[in-house]
């Protein structure tokens, strides 16, 4: 009787056209995930219609980001689907994953190193690497990776600020970023993992 029980109460929700919750993978709501897009754009309609001349110069500037944004991102989409299409989760997982240690940072680091682009474009490869089986603190890696340690980057840098300065500033971000990737980890909780993991569509 007690497993009958639970069958007729999941059929009598599917009788009800209700779905069964689905643990592990919630949806947020519209509102919640772009909340502060929204907030912003408003923010950013009233000061153009109390200040005008503010108001023109924050539409030219956002005009200008979103040029620059779609000269950028195409290229970046086709590389993410050969990424998801030629690159399987089990090798991610062995070469990126938890079990993966010094190997998996090294790679997250040259993988980051080696990018070109804005920072914003990091944030969908890290999406794939997550969904693929990569461990968070190696993602966390490879953005701080692509932010300050390009190659092109520290050749500009070594340039404009001298060889002495670059390595210096090379090597405590070599053992900064780890640190971070590993504190941001550890602090993080468990609902917050669950929604990265959510937004990602990572199962």
Do not use: C, H
Not at 7 to 15: D, G, P, W, Y
Not at 60 to 83: A, D, Q, R, Y
Not at 88 to 113: E, P
């Amino acid at each position: 009787m007690s497993k009958q029980k639970p069958m007729m109460q999941s059929e009598a929700q599917n009788a009800s056209g209700q779905k069964p919750a689905q643990p592990g993978s919630p949806k947020q709501p519209f509102l919640k995930r772009y909340g502060a897009f929204f907030l912003l754009l408003a923010a950013g309609v009233a000061a153009g219609l109390a200040l005008p001349d503010l108001g023109r110069q924050a539409l030219s500037n956002t005009l200008g980001s979103l040029k620059e944004m779609l000269s950028v991102l195409p290229p970046i989409f086709v590389l993410l689907g050969l990424l998801d299409v030629w690159v399987d989760r089990a090798t991610m997982v062995k070469y990126t994953g938890k079990g993966s240690g010094f190997k998996g940072v090294l790679i997250a680091f040259l993988l980051g190193s080696a990018a070109a682009g804005p920072l914003y474009a990091a944030f969908p490869f890290a999406g794939v690497m997550l969904k693929k089986g990569s461990s968070l603190t190696n993602v966390l890696i490879f953005i701080g990776a692509w932010s300050t340690t390009k190659i092109p980057l520290l050749a500009f840098e070594a340039a404009s600020m001298g060889l002495k300065f670059t390595l210096i500033r090379l090597g405590l971000s070599l053992v900064g970023i780890p640190l971070i990737a590993l504190v941001t980890e550890k602090t993080l909780r468990k609902q917050d993992f669950e929604e990265i993991r959510s937004l990602n569509g990572v199962q």
